[in-house]
């Protein structure tokens, strides 16, 4: 298991552990039932683009700065598929469950670019 996938696990199950509490203190009323799941989903898509990522970046011999914009990218379109489809089926408190999902989303996006740029700079050393 690489770092990448160590760090992406540990957040994800730090963001679970968040949810647990912040039900605990603010209720149910400021969090959707979904959340647990919208971090999985989260979860399991950072791992596959992780892991392609490193298949790109091995057989295609490409640039690294390359492969980790094109992972932001993809991370970007995966979401925004998911919650129009999860919004069109129809899905209790879906205004909740949009601005719980767009949170979430964020806060990947905030770790990944930290992610990034730490691999950026190791690279221009």
Known sequence: MTRGLI?????SIFLLGVDQLL???VGPGILHGYLHWIIVFFWVVSLGIHVLSEVAQRT???DKTLVLLGAVTA???IAIFAMVTVALIGIADRSLFII???VLYLCY???EISSVLSNLRSNLK
């Open 7 to 11: 760090r992406i696990s540990v957040f």
């Open 23 to 25: 039900r605990l203190w």
């Open 60 to 62: 295609l011999d490409m």
């Open 75 to 77: 991370r970007l379109l």
């Open 100 to 102: 719980n999902f767009a």
């Open 109 to 111: 996006l905030v770790f």
